[in-house]
């Protein structure tokens, strides 16, 4: 990474555009740039070199093992289950979220000022952070002590959070708790776009509410429904906070997805070498998951997910 | 929708033109929708408020009081006495550390942030900078957890484990991408002939950056200010890892620490949990359309 920066800086080469003197701005994106090669880039360059490395955690030898962190990761008889449980996070969340953060959205996006107001309280769980979220759910599901206890409801008085389906649905639930608002704005701002002539043709043509919804505006949100997706998909990857506090993988292994296997092999049985390892996938896994994603949307979507 | 048309009651039946009949229909129809919408909208609602009003009202009751009252009903006598449990547990330290973790980071992300936007529009062309914009969209698709290991290795290398900068430092980083991308599509809008006129007054690039550029950019700045300042207020994995000591503990990891130290004390966990939402719902008050957009910034308009 050190070799790009000294040889351009110099070069003073007149540019395409406007004729904006741009070896006089270049060192203008050097603090930004420097800051994030150093954690951003380098990390990302250590992550794979770690994960050929043994490494505790606390001493400072690190030794360079070959395969042998990779052979442990793999081998970890929980590895199998933490795959299960991090793709059923991702399936099951996607499978919730995507339905209602579409009907939603386009609920929000007629202008009327009850809808405004509503959407102004459907925003309120995208400033609450993981944690806080977690606790207020595991506080609200107690099973003694909690909501289900207190009304005294046999039906709510589950072990929402101590019965490993239960779990698994329960995580799911407040997964999409939390971000359907998000997608939710998304698919909002998505709707607002698609012309409104093509509605009044189809009214034209008699075609009613349901058909104008399956004909058009679904085939109009494709590109966002790629882009959405594809953030939720690679988003619960990465879902760390909000079990951990939640459930901290339990019971049992139920909720152990692969961000927490990571932190547990990593920080808590110091094995960094393997904790590195299941890094590695998570990063190669999303990548692979976003090219797909785009594969499937067609070129168009690359737009969408980077116009501001 | 065909029961529309006929018999209009009364002496009204001859007036309306035979045109009107479809019009009628099709606002019937909207109507009809707006029930289901309507409902649906309701129900979410709700989904999204019960959690959200329980956690008040219970930090309102006494703790006897909560284990023998309906949850959902409103405390009969409030009382004040979890808030100063979560109060003299130390609540104001951790509140200044987030706000000195938030602010540290975000000013200075900002800002390098800017310079390097204003750059990469400026300097379009120039080699190196197309590299650093590519790295920074690549960027985009590190996840922070995938990283947090050689983080910790390196910060611990600084000598920084345990100590506030530890947080600051990759939370300014790893803002970096998504704050460059906002505000270079935000100053590639500012008209050409701006520049150069500043340029034909003989400002340097540093003075247009400022004079011209900042203040035309106001409103991406405070949105991409946003945006960060709530990731990093409510950022639980790298204080977890990179602070051990509680005297450096941020609002997050105190909650968490708050809910095993006061456990079945359903009431005081409410409170900490309020406490420590209300000041992102009071700028959310404030600045709510900023807000907005900041917390979507960079994906779809």
Redesign the interface.
């Known amino acids: 990474m050190t070799t790009?920066?000294p040889p351009?800086?110099r070069?003073q080469?007149p540019?395409?555009?406007?004729g904006?003197?741009?070896?006089?701005?270049?060192?203008?994106?050097l603090?930004?740039?420097v800051?994030?090669?150093?954690?951003?880039?380098?990390?990302?360059l250590?992550?794979i070199v770690?994960s050929f490395a043994t490494?505790n955690?606390i001493t400072p030898t690190?030794e360079l093992t070959g395969l042998t962190s990779w052979r442990a990761a793999l081998s970890n008889p929980s590895l199998p289950n933490a795959i299960w449980v991090t793709f059923l996070i991702m399936a099951l969340s996607w499978l919730v979220q995507t339905p209602?953060s579409i009907?939603?959205g386009?609920?929000m996006a007629?202008r009327t000022r009850y809808?405004g107001f509503?959407s102004?309280?459907?925003?309120?769980?995208?400033?609450?952070?993981?944690?806080?979220i977690a606790?207020?759910?595991?506080?609200?599901l107690?099973p003694?002590?909690?909501?289900g206890a207190?009304?005294g409801v046999e039906a709510l008085n589950q072990n929402w959070l101590g019965e490993a389906n239960l779990a698994i649905g329960t995580l799911i639930f407040v997964v999409s708790?939390q971000f359907?608002?998000?997608h939710s704005?998304?698919y909002q701002?998505?709707v607002r776009?698609i012309p409104h002539s093509m509605y009044e043709a189809a009214?034209i043509d008699g075609a009613?509410?349901v058909r104008q919804f399956f004909g058009i505006t679904l085939p109009q949100l494709k590109y966002?429904i790629i882009?959405s997706s594809t953030?939720m998909v690679?988003g619960s990857?990465?879902f760390?906070?909000l079990i951990?506090?939640l459930t901290a993988g339990g019971p049992g292994d139920a909720t152990r997805a692969l961000?927490v296997q990571?932190?547990q092999q990593?920080?808590q049985a110091s094995l960094?070498g393997p904790?590195?390892a299941i890094?590695?996938i998570?990063?190669l896994t999303?990548?692979g998951l976003?090219l797909l994603l785009r594969r499937l949307g067609g070129r168009a979507d690359e737009s969408?997910?980077?116009?501001? | 929708m065909a029961t529309v048309t006929p018999t209009p009651v009364g002496t009204r039946a001859t007036r309306p033109p035979a045109s009107h009949a479809p019009r009628k229909s099709?606002r019937r129809?909207?109507r009809?929708?707006n029930w289901v919408?309507?409902g649906?909208?309701?129900i979410?609602?709700l989904?999204?408020?019960l959690?959200?009003y329980?956690?008040v009202i219970?930090s309102f009751k006494t703790q006897a009081n909560?284990?023998f009252?309906?949850?959902?009903k409103p405390p009969t006598e409030f009382t004040f006495e979890n808030y100063q449990l979560v109060i003299e547990s130390d609540f104001v330290r951790y509140f200044t550390n987030s706000v000195i973790v938030t602010a540290g980071a975000i000013l200075p992300a900002t800002l390098?942030?800017f310079?390097?936007a204003?750059?990469?529009v400026?300097?379009?062309?120039?080699?190196?900078?197309r590299?650093?914009n590519g790295?920074?969209?690549m960027?985009l698709?590190?996840?922070?957890?995938?990283?947090?290991?050689?983080?910790?290795?390196?910060i611990i290398k600084m000598e920084l484990y345990d100590t506030l900068q530890a947080i600051i430092?990759?939370s300014?980083?790893?803002a970096?991408?998504l704050s460059?991308?906002?505000l270079s599509?935000?100053i590639r809008d500012v008209p050409?002939e701006l520049?150069?006129s500043m340029?034909m007054d003989g400002a340097?690039?540093?003075g247009t950056?400022w004079r011209l550029a900042f203040p035309l950019t106001r409103p991406?700045l405070v949105t991409v200010m946003i945006y960060n300042a709530?990731g990093i207020?409510?950022?639980?994995?790298l204080p977890l890892?990179l602070t051990q000591s509680p005297e450096q503990a941020t609002?997050?990891?105190a909650?968490?620490t708050f809910?095993t130290q006061f456990g079945?004390n359903?009431p005081a966990?409410?409170a900490?949990?309020t406490l420590?939402?209300v000041p992102?719902?009071l700028l959310?008050a404030i600045g709510?359309r900023q807000l907005?957009s900041g917390?979507?910034?960079?994906?779809?308009?």
């Open positions: 790009l920066a351009v800086v070069g080469e540019t395409r555009s406007s904006g003197r741009s070896g006089s701005v270049v060192w203008m994106a603090p930004a740039f800051m994030f090669v150093f954690f951003g880039i380098v990390p990302l250590g992550v770690l490494w955690g690190i209602i009907l939603l386009v609920f007629t809808r509503l102004v309280l459907y925003f309120i769980p995208l400033l609450l952070s993981s944690a806080a606790i207020t759910y595991k506080s609200l107690d003694s002590f909690g909501i207190g009304l708790w359907i608002p998000f704005l998304i701002g998505a776009q009214q009613g509410r966002t882009t953030l690679v990857l990465t760390f906070d951990w506090v961000a990571m932190y990593g920080f960094m904790a590195s890094a590695v998570l990063v999303g990548l976003s969408q997910l980077e116009g501001a | 099709s129809r909207l009809e929708n919408g309507g649906f909208g309701w979410w609602l989904v999204v408020m959690p959200l329980w956690l219970t909560y284990f009252t309906n949850p959902l390098i942030s310079m390097a204003y750059a990469i400026r300097g379009a062309g120039n080699r190196f900078l590299t650093v790295i920074f969209l960027g698709a590190i996840p922070l957890q995938a990283v947090v290991i050689p983080v910790y290795l390196i430092l990759p300014i980083a790893f970096i991408p460059v991308l906002v599509n935000f050409k520049f150069e340029r340097t690039e540093w950056m991406a709530v207020w409510n950022g639980f994995l890892i609002i997050p990891l909650l968490a809910q079945v359903v966990v409410a900490s949990v420590t939402t992102i719902v959310y709510r907005v917390l979507t910034a960079g994906f779809g308009k």
